[in-house]
């Protein structure tokens, strides 16, 4: 009887534990209920092909060097980055062909002056497609995804060796190429822009150029997403390579923050809250929607980039544009800017045989997933702010309807300030203010607008108003 007592108090005891959780999880408000899936990014999904991806890097690969310095090598030569640009020219006419002209596409070659590692005025071309936005509306948004395609070996300035740069980064042009292959397939009401540059190795000359023509020409990028080193790496008898895992690294503290916009983030707590690290939950999220966790997940790593290393998404954030850099899990460093060779039974290089082409399309399934989802999503509000003037244990915040016209709701984001993600939501018909009865020295608040589809904007975290 007394073990039965106490059986029945575990039980008890188990439910009362299991009970708030659940009352929390479906309760008005709380948790983050999940939209539906939009039929059109299920589809585009679904045409992301592994074999395509392997036939884009090992055609790449054929060029035997892309290194930047080899652009005085002419392209009919068949060898060296001038091949592979007309190469990845080419094959962007082919999947606009394929969709009645959809693409435009184009080429940003300019003369880069002597640098660090560019001994002499050197020609770069970066190599871009747009797939224009149907509603003229909001076609000025753009949403971009990248990789870049020089490649280099164990010499900085070895402009003729092998370097075939299969990981780094054919494979992360590979999934710009795939994205852009599948994408164009279908209509969105935004832009979206699938980009390949030149000049990574040598100091991300290539981004740095079309970030800062971008930034001059008043473009509208909400969201960069530069792939690099995306192969997954699977030497044989490695057994800590992660095949179900990306890594998702952003700033958090914006690049081109003020003097008086980081007073503002000392002052609240804002370091983990810049543009970048949003565009990074939102990539998670979208992720989460579309493609199985058990299959493949993204693993967002709260730093700009790996320890004293870069990438091209970082040009994008030094022109105020939230980028995010998409990195596979484990790094083998045997296989990346290396001379191609066989030491003491270890094999260098950066060959085909060392990439999962599988995993690559999974990469290519989260950009193609973050990109549809952007470019079909209403653009984030404007303006929105937290109203800090009476003291209240309410919060109320206000913003300026989303541009263009596709927003029919906004949802109000919250988290506690030390948790890494949005834990609630609570969704709002179309209106430009909400009062949420919690402080908001309590938490943090994020705005993000939203269609009766499920497509979301990027969330905005509010600027306090007195
Ligand atoms: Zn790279």
New binding site residues.
């Given amino acids: 009887m007394q073990k039965y007592m106490r059986f029945l108090l575990g039980v008890v005891g188990l439910l009362l534990t299991l009970l708030p959780a659940t009352a929390q999880a479906s309760g008005p408000g709380d948790g983050i209920p999940s939209p539906p899936a939009d039929p059109q990014i299920v589809a585009a999904l679904k045409a992301v092909s592994a074999h395509q991806i392997g036939q884009t890097i090992e055609k790449l690969v054929s060029f035997q060097t892309r290194h930047t310095l080899s652009s005085d090598v002419p392209a009919s030569n068949g060898k060296g980055i001038n091949a592979a640009a007309e190469w990845i020219r080419s094959e962007f006419e082919s999947y606009s062909k394929a969709c009645g002209g959809c693409l435009e596409v184009k080429t940003d070659e300019f003369i880069q002056e002597p640098g660090t590692r560019v001994p002499k005025p050197t020609k770069l071309t970066n190599v871009y497609a747009i797939l224009r936005g149907s509603d003229p509306a909001n076609a000025s948004r753009i949403v971009l995804v990248t990789g ?1 395609y020089d490649s280099r070996n164990s010499e900085t300035n070895d402009a003729t060796g092998a370097s075939p740069g299969a990981n ?2 054919a494979s ?1 042009t590979a999934v710009s190429l795939e994205c852009a292959r599948v994408l164009s397939q279908h209509r969105f009401p935004a832009t979206i822009l699938f980009l390949a540059v030149a000049g ?2 040598q100091g991300l000359y290539g981004s740095a150029h079309f970030a800062k023509t971008a930034r001059a020409q008043g473009w509208n990028i909400e969201a960069v997403l530069n792939n ?2 995306v192969g997954g790496d699977r030497t044989p008898g490695d057994t800590k390579q992660d095949p179900q895992t990306v890594r998702v690294f952003s700033e958090g503290i914006p690049a081109t923050a003020t003097e008086a916009e980081l007073k503002l983030i000392r002052a609240l707590g804002g370091e983990n809250d810049g543009a970048s690290r949003q565009l990074a939950r939102y990539l998670a999220s979208v992720s989460q929607r579309y493609i199985p966790a058990t299959q493949f997940h993204p693993l967002v790593v709260s730093r700009r980039d790996r320890y004293l290393r870069g ?1 091209d998404h970082t040009s994008f954030n030094e022109q105020g544009f939230a980028a995010v850099r998409i990195t596979e899990y484990r790094e083998n460093y045997d296989h990346q800017h290396q001379n191609v060779r066989t030491e003491n039974g270890v094999e260098y290089g950066d060959l085909p045989k060392f990439v999962d082409y599988g995993y690559v399309a999974n990469v290519a399934r989260v950009n193609a997933a973050t990109l549809a989802s952007l470019a079909s999503a209403p653009a984030p509000p404007a303006k929105v702010r937290v109203l800090t003037k009476g003291l209240q244990n309410d919060s109320t915040l206000v913003w300026e309807a989303s541009p263009g016209g596709l927003a029919t709701g906004y949802q109000v984001l919250w988290r506690d300030t030390g948790a890494p993600d949005w834990e609630h939501a609570k969704a709002f018909g179309n209106v430009t203010q909400a009062t949420m009865p919690m402080s908001k020295d309590n938490v943090v608040f994020a705005v993000q607008a939203t269609d009766s589809k499920g497509h979301r904007s990027l969330p905005v975290v509010p600027m306090p108003e007195r």
């Fill in positions: 870049h780094d980064d992360g990574e190795e690099d080193i990438g």
